[in-house]
């Protein structure tokens, strides 16, 4: 009993050792895997034994941000400064985030089949503070189908940028006003608590969420992370909006 306690505290003095070093928090499985590799001789079954007693009696020192996601209390109140964040290549310039909307048009069609046609957008083609799509895509019954489905519309908002994701988020929010189906794209290195939260908001108001990997365009590696609820667009919107794109999109 004397090894199997003094084995637990050793686990729980390193698992609060590796959260006090990850100012963005670090998921359970994360901090498992870290743990096993200070510890390889300690079985994972054993980690996750011992580490159910310190999620069960949490200390005062660590809280949890968002599900699964646990990090130290002093950096509560931080706001993490820019240079704490990963900058990858897309965020200094090397890689802009226009060179993501084709690559996301042509997944919304050969891969996931949302769209029988999507296309580039981005920029201020639609002229109005609701702002404008990266992409746009429509969905259209083919000649084969026996039965002929309505016209659907899918958008999506596309993020380079980790530390714009709430913004993003309001944007996808703000296409269902004109689409059936709306996406949020953003990188797979957002901190771990935006993208809990940014998972439990997609579920909630039915946009999609998509992981990609922002440091390459030729292969970003589309992942779904939520799948986009079908709702009813304001066919007024709808039909304002798609005019301006009519002759590329239709």
Known sequence: MK????????????????????????????????????FPEIPVNTIHGSLSEFRTNLPKEIYQPARGIYRWIGFRAETVAEEEWEVSPSEVGKIKEEDFYKPFA?????????????????????????????VIGKREPRRSDIVKVPTEIVSAEIKTDTRNLITA?????????????????VPKNSPD?????????????GIGLVLFDSNNPDDPDFKIR?????????????????????????
């Open 3 to 38: 090894t199997k306690e003094t084995k637990t505290q050793k686990i729980i003095a390193k698992a609060i050792e590796i959260i006090k070093e990850r100012p963005g928090g670090i998921r359970y499985s994360d901090l498992v895997g870290e743990i096993h590799k200070a």
């Open 226 to 250: 939520v799948r986009a609820l079908k709702h009813e667009p304001d066919m007024f919107y709808v039909n304002e909006y798609m005019k301006l794109i009519e002759d590329e999109l239709f």
């Open 193 to 205: 608590a935006d993208i809990s939260r940014l998972d439990s908001l997609c579920l909630i108001f």
């Open 106 to 134: 042509d997944w919304l069609v050969y891969v996931v089949e949302e769209c029988t046609k999507a296309i580039p957008l981005g920029g201020n083609r639609f002229k109005d503070k609701w702002g404008t799509p990266d």
């Open 169 to 185: 988020f309001g944007q996808a929010c703000s296409y269902k006003l004109f689409s059936h189906k709306s996406y949020l794209v």
